[in-house]
């Protein structure tokens, strides 16, 4: 369905984070913000977030970054290839019958050996464990495709339309040990129209999410970001 110029919104929370984000202010942050910033983006899928992204830093969009590599769980993942022909590095660590931790582990030692200071989660369909979270605190970001905090999880387009919504979006968060529920960077709204499908508003509400991933990036990346304040 055609995107119309008034079926959507933005909800601007730049400069306005709230108490809620006032302990990611760190000398992490400020180490990161001093110089380039390394990112690293996790998919399991198509990766149209993760196009976006590396065509944003590519164009200069998000200044002083680089993408330093691309990880999915699933080997088949179309993103993988997309990635490798935008020149970044595409790895793919499968689950292979470990644990949650085993694998997350491998994922975060890759991660720390190219020095990623960012982390994107890009359609990755998987949680991440206490021990991923500890090892990246207040560096992991995430895209959701709902207005948080409210309906967090998954099938979040079936349960908008069967409660009714008039509204929906989606939500750029910092990524916690909780589903979903980590301090919110930005949303966008998009309304819901009422011969929407969950087909018809993902798409359209899809269309957003990739200039909100991408603004949230510049937010946090920059080195005026003070949260809390």
């Not at 790895?91 to 030692?109: F, L, N, P, Q």
């Not at 500890?134 to 895209?143: E, H, V």
């Amino acid at each position: 369905m055609p995107h119309s110029a008034n079926t959507s919104s933005t909800i601007s929370r730049e400069g306005d984070f709230g108490p809620e984000l006032g302990n990611l202010w760190s000398p992490v942050w400020l180490g990161i913000l001093n110089k380039a910033m390394k990112i690293g983006i996790l998919i399991s899928g198509r990766g149209s977030n993760m196009e976006a992204i590396i065509d944003a830093v590519k164009r200069g969009e998000i200044p002083d970054s680089t993408v330093e590599a691309v990880i999915s769980d699933k080997p088949q993942a179309d993103g993988l290839e997309k990635a490798r022909k935008k020149g970044v590095e595409a790895i793919v660590i499968e689950r292979r019958g470990r644990t949650r931790e085993e694998h997350d582990a491998e994922i975060v030692s890759e991660l720390k050996e190219r020095g990623v200071e960012l982390v994107c989660l890009a359609g990755y369909m998987r949680l991440l464990s206490p021990m991923f979270v500890q090892s990246f605190p207040d560096q992991i970001i995430n895209i959701h495709p709902s207005l948080l905090p409210a309906y967090p999880g998954l099938d979040v387009h079936e349960r908008v339309l069967a409660a009714g919504e008039t509204r929906s979006g989606c939500t750029v968060h910092f990524v916690n040990e909780e589903l979903d529920a980590g301090p919110i960077i930005l949303q966008r709204e998009v309304l819901v129209l009422a011969d929407d499908t969950p087909e018809t508003l993902a798409a359209r509400i899809l269309e957003h999410e990739h200039s909100a991933y991408i603004d949230a990036i510049k937010i946090v990346a920059d080195p005026h970001f003070h949260p809390g304040e």
